[in-house]
């Protein structure tokens, strides 16, 4: 069965470091998102991307977070300056269509800020 | 975004009860409402959804009821599993249709 794939699975960073974590959505979907959840808390939309352009973002998504897809496989979130507050798991998705279809989650990047 | 609110917390049943979970949103435009499991160290996971032309969504031990015009929505499980322990989330699409806003989870706990 086809799934989201991402990378790393576990990453520690110092604070003020960049970071990238790596995703791999399903090869025919065409709507790619982030998510991140905090130990414990909710699942917190950070931003979608749609026809090489973001579509959609939530006030967590400022000046310091950045995504692109820099071939035809890859979707990447990078975080310029990480924050203590960063710390968290953080999710990629895609779907097939963008309004109400399944969104499949990939398995998780941990990022721990130091 | 979207306010999604949903009740209990945490959710304790004995192996073959049942167990129910609900949720109120407060965007009247949305129009679907999917429920999600996440298991440990997982991401989560589909397990129904269903579309505001329907009132009643059943998959085997799974439903899904909404009521549109009092803006909330519900999920049962019946005859409960310890597999069923997990963390369930409601969501609901946002204005713009592109993202899904999340519940803050249930956390579900089958005991045999």
């Known amino acids: 069965e086809p799934e989201v794939t991402q990378t790393p699975s576990h990453q520690v960073t110092q604070m003020g470091q960049e970071v990238i974590l790596r995703c791999v959505p399903i090869s025919n979907h065409l709507y790619f998102y982030w998510y991140r959840q905090i130990l414990g808390q909710k699942v917190e939309f950070l931003v979608s991307f749609y026809n090489n352009e973001i579509s959609e973002k939530s006030e967590i998504f400022d000046d310091q977070f950045s995504v692109e897809r820099p071939d035809g496989s890859n979707f990447t979130l990078k975080i310029r300056s990480t924050k203590l507050e960063d710390s968290a798991m953080y999710f990629c998705a895609s779907r097939e269509q963008g309004v109400t279809g399944e969104l499949f989650f990939g398995e998780g990047s941990r990022l721990t800020v130091l | 975004g979207e306010n ?40 989560p996971q589909l397990i129904i959804d269903i579309r505001s032309n329907v009132g009643e969504k059943k998959d085997q031990r799974i439903a899904v009821t909404l009521n549109k015009t009092a803006k909330h929505f519900s999920l049962h499980i019946t005859e409960t599993q310890p597999e069923d322990s997990a963390v369930y989330f409601c969501a609901v699409n946002s204005n713009s249709g592109y993202a899904l806003n999340f519940g803050k989870g249930t956390s579900l706990l089958v005991t045999p």
Do not use: R
């Not at chain 2, 999604?4 to 945490?10: A, L, M, Y």
């Not at chain 2, 192996?15 to 949305?30: F, L």
């Open chain 2, 4 to 43: 999604v609110e949903q009740h209990p917390s945490t959710l304790s049943v004995q192996e073959g009860d049942s167990a129910v979970i609900k949720c109120t949103y407060s965007d009247s435009a949305s129009n679907y409402f999917p429920w999600y499991k996440q298991e440990l160290g997982k991401g």
